[in-house]
């Protein structure tokens, strides 16, 4: 199904504010996760959505939760520590994440506890 279509289903006959948990595993977008602030949203799943990219992830001061793991993304995790700061639990597995310096602005994340890099490159480092 197509984001947008699936945003809407998601979203229906509920206030932005009413939305706390919002699941698009298995979409498909162009421009990737872009929808309307979801003020009070805490988790996000974007399983599988064909993401090369999250620097369009809309802000969501209050999201602990996000996955965003089978997708193709490689980098642009510093857009996390701006958009999501409250982030405890991120899913990135199964992304193209090769470098340690992908992972480095994961760092900003001060209440990341829990990081989930399985099937990414980085892993097989010497220096992971």
């Keep these: 199904m197509e984001m947008g279509k699936q945003i809407h289903l ?18 498909r977008s162009n ?37 965003l793991s089978s997708n193709r993304a490689s980098g642009g995790l510093e857009v996390l520590a701006e958009k999501c700061p409250n982030l405890i639990h991120l899913n990135l597995s199964g992304n193209k994440i090769k ?18 890099l399985f099937n990414c490159e980085v892993t097989n480092l010497n220096d992971y």
């Design 10 to 27: 998601e979203l229906w006959n509920r206030t932005p504010s009413d939305v706390k948990e919002l699941v698009l595993d298995n979409s």
């Design 99 to 116: 470098d340690l310096s992908t992972i480095e602005p994961l760092k900003k994340l001060e209440n990341l506890e829990s990081l989930d």
């Design 31 to 67: 421009e990737g996760v872009s929808h309307r602030a979801q003020p009070d949203l805490e988790f996000l799943s974007t399983i599988n959505v064909g993401l090369t990219s999250i620097t369009n992830l809309p802000r969501a001061n209050k999201l602990k939760k996000l996955e």
